[in-house]
């Protein structure tokens, strides 16, 4: 019972978020204490369900991006020939950690315009760090014997990062992966404030309003995400590190 005891919270939590973002108004009795003066206690300049698919798309996309890019520079520079790179890389990947993400949507606005275009910015730029880091880690703390062994069966520098340097490297890079995502997932509530539909909105809208119902719906949604997502990347951690014979951390 107590081993499948986190998995049925996680599934009760994943119920009642589809509960919630699909029917809100069944919860309007729980929220209406938190509202003053008759106002609403369900979001109603929009659609939560559509908020929500719309955050989880730019967090996609702005990951995908981050980690296409993260990890083509880890492995230029654990090649001979792209090590004397690894300083500059270091430099680029922590340009999003150097600015606040206000401070790059407010870079990003001017040459881009309001939107979604600089909130994946914001996100592509604050995404690099943990997976570059975490890419270079796994490329760089191989087992010898085994880039060896490859070596020795006759393989290519192309086929040892394909068939063998990649996989094995897999659940650390996922790692990776998951802190930026839970990152993005929190950071991208701050794109409604230059016109990006995420679930900011839901927040902004009950701070300018002093509307509380508002809030917690907004940074429930984004809490209850971000725990969900983070489990699941742990679980495909855990799943590629046992079909490359490693113990899971």
Known sequence: MKTWLPTLLRLALLVL?????????WFEPLLRPLTEN????IYNRGSLLSLTLQHLGTVAIATACATIVAVALAILVTRPAGVEF???SRSLVNIGQTFPPVAV?????????FGEEPTLIALFLYGLLPI???AL???????????????????????????????????VILGGIRLSVVISLATATIGSTVAAKTLGEVIIAGLTSN?????????LIVAALAVLIYDAFSAIERFAARR??????
């Not at 008759?38 to 206690?41: D, E, Y």
Request: glycine share 12%; hydrophobic share 50%.
């Open 17 to 25: 978020l589809v509960v919630f973002i699909t029917r809100p108004e």
């Open 38 to 41: 008759g106002a609403p206690a």
């Open 86 to 88: 690894l300083p500059l």
């Open 105 to 113: 949507l407010a870079l990003a606005v001017p040459a881009v315009g």
């Open 132 to 134: 570059f880091e975490n």
């Open 137 to 171: 880690t796994a490329l760089t703390t191989l087992p010898g014997n085994v880039t060896e062994a490859a070596r020795g069966a006759g393989m290519t520098g192309w086929q040892r990062l394909v068939k063998v340097e990649l996989p094995l490297s897999a659940p």
């Open 211 to 219: 509307n509380l119902a508002f809030v917690l719906q907004g940074g």
């Open 244 to 249: 490359m014979g490693q113990e899971a951390e």
